[in-house]
DNA sequence: GAATTATAAAATGTATACATTTTTGATTTG
DNA sequence: CAAATCAAAAATGTATACATTTTATAATTC
């Protein structure tokens, strides 16, 4: 388990090449672990995307793909919609405030860096997905979100987007506090492909 | 690998009371393996929703839950349309007479039992879902499929929702050869929810 | 010399043994 | 007597050792 942790934080640092198979004497030698604990991180890293089967032997780092990460985005930009939907009826005043704080500790000065504001980011919408109360459609968006940082990873995102993505933020507060749930189910899909469209975009561009 | 197809076909057909913590040494020794092997189909059938968590130690059957059958349909009605989309312009003749077999081989007489019907059904959606060259967003199709399997069991639908279904079937190859892209969609859409409705109510009946 | 088969090496899968954690039951204590 | 603590047990996690499978290399054959 913290096997797993440790080797998803090396995996989105770049610390293994994409494309070459790892071996798993390789990983328990350099963790200092058997291959047990290896093994179980691997199947799990594999289920989530961040790793992809190598033939009939081992795995391998898969190269980013636009086209998945367009698809990841699909999903989430038809799905999460319904969460929040769900989740409307229940957004009391705290949990909007606390949405609201998050949103606030996004705008420090001097910036986060990408990872924290991605953090921030994710926090900032499961607070809200949670008071849908649907645990099967919520862990199916949180997978699609974890497998969604692998692409957003360490890539700072442009501040000029990032501020468009706040003012999205404080709206679809502001339509939930109001009660206009479709309205704000409607801007969080655009929210999403949006996102979505700046990172395939980034991913596509011919010098990464 | 084989452990895991042997212990979810066991799983399907009930053999483990739901809510019963199961031990590893305990199916080790039924299975006559070492638990090392079973670990690794364990948490693979619990990522794939056979089994949860069950506090820190060990894993359960969970009961059959209305609302997560509702809430994988409800997924599956909003993404599978999205790779019926996609597939639509590749669907040469030959994928959607391969397709129209695979209808006409549910019509036999006797008719098959539930699993032999299940398994052909899915066949006859992901021929037509393949053709979108969409693996991320077949995969996630394929995997929330994988979690309604538990639920589809081995209870037989009655023949009236079967004869129905067959006809939306026929009906959405119909719209595809004809090139009606987007009325396909809608009725797959709504042939989704049917079923979802069919297996939401059936589930929530009094006794099962 | 190319292709195919045989052989050795290397990697994964599994069993056994041991370590660690968690649970359970009893015992003590207020 | 209830609650809390401690000890023994049972279950899980991990290491080491072995078996099986896969890949790479060499040898043989046409």
Redesign the pocket.
């Known amino acids: 388990?913290?096997?797993y942790l440790q080797l998803k934080a090396d995996l989105q640092h770049g610390l293994f090449a994409p494309g070459t198979p790892?071996?798993?004497?390789e990983i328990a030698e350099h963790y200092g672990?058997?291959?047990?604990?290896v093994?179980?991180a691997l199947a799990r890293l594999k289920s989530e995307g961040w790793l992809t089967g190598h033939?009939?032997?081992?795995v391998a780092v898969p190269l980013l793909d636009p086209q998945e990460a367009e698809d990841l985005y699909l999903m989430r930009m038809h799905l999460e919609p319904l969460l929040l939907e769900r989740a409307a009826p229940n957004l009391n005043g705290e949990l909007l405030g606390r949405a609201r704080d998050i949103l606030d500790a996004m705008e420090t000065n001097p910036p986060l860096d990408a990872a924290a504001l991605g953090q921030l980011n994710w926090q900032f919408h499961t607070g809200l997905y949670r008071a849908a109360a649907r645990p099967t459609l919520f862990n199916t968006v949180e997978q699609l979100q974890r497998q969604c940082e692998r692409y957003i990873g360490y890539q700072n995102r442009s501040l000029d987007y990032q501020d468009t993505s706040q003012r999205e933020h404080y709206q679809l507060l502001e339509l939930l506090q109001r009660g206009k749930t479709d309205k704000a189910c409607t801007l969080l899909e655009q929210h999403i492909a949006a996102a979505g469209r700046v990172l395939v975009a980034h991913l596509s561009k011919p010098r990464d």
Do not use: N, Y
């Open positions: 388990m913290d096997l790892l071996k798993q004497s672990v058997s291959r047990i604990p093994r179980d033939g009939k032997r081992g």
